[in-house]
């Protein structure tokens, strides 16, 4: 056995039914280091950290093949209880806290000092008292650990969302016997100073002999920051480095460099945009969407133009769209045509020609009690007031009408269904996927934004969804964008890409550039690139 690592994790493979996420991946972290674990949204960062930490959806799957290897002896880690007793820790992203409780009981929850009391010896130790001044302590020297002046007692929702972040790292660093922490975007939401102190933390950290994997698409952290490096891509590891012996575009071209699929093919691609008028013009755009924001955003889209929208998760892309639609508060000038759009009123988008496929089909995109039929025509009755007969002094739906477009709709998109009044939420998700594009083609959009159109859905789905899309603006002129985590498909069916990174276009590029401009543009290494 070889204990010159904390952690190996060796050959591991899985699969989600028929889906393969993990082909063969190894990752290795000795006691001390730093190692930066890298790659794109989808490329099984996530899965291979479910794995260590022994969550129950791995599990419940059918488990994993290869081995885990803690100090040198093979583990089976089975559940996160686990994992902490055989000395891992997460700090998370979005933060696993308690707002209404003290910094002291955020760092100490789960694993409280308590005292006997005479109830408790007669009742049992649910009848224990908490020991405050203890837990005090223990929160009070893990904070200094880390080397933050934060008061313990101090109740965490009157703090700045930054020294949350600390917190959290606190409260691994009390747990007994930390041998690794897994640090997962620990800087997506802080403010650049705040980024700088919580990497100066990490290395405090690493200097104690605890192993750190950073989690991170940001290049310059890790330059900066790590000791070496694993970078997957598309389920497998594709490259291990020191940090000493890579550079920003060698990481950027392995995050993103693939071979580009053929997903449409050109001969469909014969849109000439030369002497197109602007469609859609946005000038200083902020939405205030969780997790989304957007931070004065810029640009233009030609009429008829395929316009991609890109970037990695959590970066504002979604943010952009959700924000024209009205569904978070947003500020700037928007026109369409010429047109202003009142950000402020919901549904005014559609009214002014947008439709939209929102990412969460089931969430907002769909009613899955109600038929195919119900969902395709839904906002063109509420909205638009189609599909609507004149009885007397009322209206009336039109089911023949109704019945007729939705036949026409499930044959152009082949819906894989019974027939219009199957329910759908029983459709499996590609064909849930093409109900919501049939619902936003019924309004016969000037402008269709269609956010992360093939999740989820095979191959042959995603080829008929872009090529229809393709002979739509062929056929409709119309304008569409597209919002998506995929790179190689904004890459086979766009005109342009605009790559969103912390809230801002990092920059506009060709879909024939290079793949180390698109992984610089997507790690914020090139921002403020041409916005037209």
Same mark, same amino acid.
């Given at each position: 056995?070889?204990?010159?690592?904390?952690?190996?994790?060796?050959?591991?493979?899985?699969?989600?039914?028929?889906?393969?996420?993990?082909?063969?991946?190894?990752?290795?972290?000795?006691?001390?280091?730093?190692?930066?674990?890298?790659?794109?949204?989808?490329?099984?960062?996530?899965?291979?950290?479910?794995?260590?930490?022994?969550?129950?959806?791995?599990?419940?799957?059918?488990?994993?093949?290869?081995?885990?290897?803690?100090?040198?002896?093979?583990? *089976?880690?089975?559940?996160?209880?686990?994992?902490?007793?055989?000395? /891992?820790?997460? +700090?998370?992203?979005?933060?696993?806290?308690?707002?209404?409780?003290?910094?002291?009981?955020?760092?100490? /929850?789960?694993?409280?000092?308590?005292?006997?009391?005479?109830?408790?010896?007669?009742?049992?130790?649910?009848?224990?008292?908490?020991?405050?001044?203890?837990?005090?302590?223990?929160?009070?020297?893990?904070?200094?650990? /880390?080397?933050?002046?934060?008061?313990?007692?101090?109740?965490?929702?009157?703090?700045?969302?930054?020294?949350?972040?600390?917190?959290?790292?606190?409260?691994? $660093?009390?747990?007994?016997?930390?041998?690794?922490?897994?640090?997962?975007?620990?800087?997506?939401?802080?403010?650049?100073?705040?980024?700088?102190?919580?990497?100066?933390?990490?290395?405090?950290?690493?200097?104690?002999?605890?192993?750190?994997?950073?989690?991170?698409?940001?290049?310059?952290?890790?330059?900066?920051?790590?000791?070496?490096?694993?970078?997957?891509?598309?389920?497998?590891? +594709?490259?291990?480095?020191?940090?000493?012996?890579?550079?920003?575009?060698? /990481?950027?071209?392995?995050?993103?460099?693939?071979?580009?699929? *053929?997903?449409?093919?050109?001969?469909?691609?014969?849109?000439?945009?030369?002497?197109?008028?602007?469609?859609?013009?946005?000038?200083?755009?902020? +939405?205030?969407?969780?997790?989304?924001?957007?931070?004065?955003?810029?640009?233009? $889209? #030609?009429?008829?133009?395929?316009?991609?929208?890109?970037?990695?998760?959590?970066?504002? *892309?979604?943010?952009?769209?959700?924000?024209?639609?009205?569904?978070?508060?947003? #500020?700037?000038?928007?026109?369409?045509?010429?047109?202003?759009?009142?950000?402020?009123?919901?549904?005014?988008?559609?009214? *002014?020609?947008?439709?939209?496929?929102?990412?969460?089909?089931?969430?907002?995109?769909?009613?899955?009690?109600?038929?195919?039929?119900?969902?395709?025509?839904?906002?063109?009755?509420?909205?638009?007031?189609?599909?609507?007969?004149?009885?007397?002094?009322?209206?009336?739906?039109?089911?023949?009408? $109704?019945?007729?477009?939705?036949?026409?709709?499930?044959?152009?998109?082949?819906?894989?269904?019974?027939?219009?009044?199957?329910?759908?939420?029983?459709?499996?998700?590609?064909?849930?996927?093409?109900?919501?594009?049939?619902?936003?083609?019924?309004?016969?959009?000037?402008?269709?934004?269609?956010?992360?159109?093939?999740?989820?859905?095979?191959?042959?789905?995603?080829?008929?969804?872009?090529?229809?899309?393709?002979?739509?603006?062929?056929?409709?002129?119309?304008?569409?964008?597209?919002?998506?985590?995929?790179?190689?498909?904004?890459?086979?069916?766009?005109?342009?890409?605009?790559?969103?990174?912390?809230?801002?276009?990092?920059?506009?590029?060709?879909?024939?550039?290079?793949?180390?401009?698109?992984?610089?543009?997507?790690?914020?290494?090139?921002?403020?690139?041409?916005?037209?």
């Amino acid at each position: 056995m070889d204990d010159e690592y904390v952690l190996q994790m060796q050959h591991i493979t899985k699969n989600y039914g028929s889906n393969q996420v993990l082909y063969d991946v190894s990752i290795s972290v000795k006691p001390g280091e730093i190692h930066a674990l890298m790659g794109e949204n989808g490329a099984g960062k996530s899965t291979l950290m479910n794995i260590l930490f022994g969550m129950s959806m791995i599990h419940s799957t059918g488990g994993y093949e290869g081995t885990v290897l803690i100090n040198g002896e093979e583990v *089976k880690i089975m559940s996160p209880q686990q994992a902490m007793e055989a000395g /891992i820790g997460m +700090v998370h992203q979005e933060f696993m806290l308690i707002p209404g409780f003290t910094v002291t009981e955020n760092i100490k /929850i789960g694993r409280e000092i308590t005292t006997p009391t005479i109830a408790s010896l007669v009742f049992g130790k649910d009848l224990e008292k908490l020991d405050r001044k203890k837990m005090a302590q223990d929160a009070r020297q893990a904070l200094n650990t /880390i080397g933050m002046d934060i008061d313990e007692n101090t109740r965490l929702g009157t703090l700045p969302v930054g020294y949350m972040q600390f917190v959290e790292i606190a409260r691994e $660093i009390d747990k007994t016997g930390v041998k690794l922490l897994v640090f997962d975007e620990p800087t997506a939401v802080l403010t650049e100073s705040e980024a700088e102190r919580l990497l100066e933390v990490m290395r405090m950290i690493s200097s104690k002999g605890i192993a750190i994997i950073f989690i991170t698409h940001r290049l310059r952290e890790v330059m900066d920051t790590a000791d070496s490096m694993t970078v997957l891509r598309d389920g497998e590891c +594709v490259a291990r480095r020191t940090i000493s012996e890579t550079n920003e575009i060698e /990481i950027a071209e392995l995050m993103v460099g693939r071979k580009i699929e *053929k997903l449409v093919d050109d001969s469909v691609k014969t849109y000439d945009l030369a002497g197109s008028r602007v469609a859609v013009s946005i000038k200083d755009l902020v +939405v205030d969407m969780p997790s989304e924001r957007v931070r004065n955003v810029s640009l233009d $889209i #030609l009429e008829g133009e395929i316009f991609g929208i890109g970037g990695l998760a959590g970066q504002g *892309k979604v943010g952009i769209v959700n924000g024209l639609m009205g569904m978070y508060p947003a #500020l700037g000038e928007i026109t369409v045509m010429g047109e202003c759009l009142e950000l402020d009123k919901l549904g005014d988008a559609i009214h *002014k020609g947008f439709a939209f496929v929102s990412e969460d089909r089931r969430g907002v995109g769909l009613l899955l009690d109600e038929s195919i039929e119900n969902n395709i025509v839904f906002n063109a009755i509420n909205i638009k007031k189609e599909y609507l007969s004149n009885f007397g002094i009322t209206k009336l739906i039109n089911t023949r009408a $109704i019945r007729r477009h939705a036949q026409e709709m499930i044959r152009i998109l082949d819906i894989r269904c019974t027939g219009p009044q199957q329910k759908t939420g029983s459709l499996s998700g590609g064909n849930q996927q093409k109900v919501c594009l049939a619902g936003a083609l019924t309004l016969n959009p000037r402008v269709l934004m269609v956010s992360e159109p093939t999740r989820g859905i095979d191959i042959g789905a995603k080829k008929l969804i872009l090529e229809y899309l393709v002979k739509l603006r062929e056929k409709e002129k119309t304008t569409i964008i597209i919002i998506s985590s995929e790179l190689a498909e904004l890459r086979s069916i766009c005109d342009r890409i605009a790559i969103v990174s912390d809230g801002r276009i990092s920059e506009i590029l060709k879909p024939d550039a290079s793949d180390a401009d698109f992984g610089l543009a997507m790690s914020n290494l090139r921002v403020g690139g041409d916005q037209k």
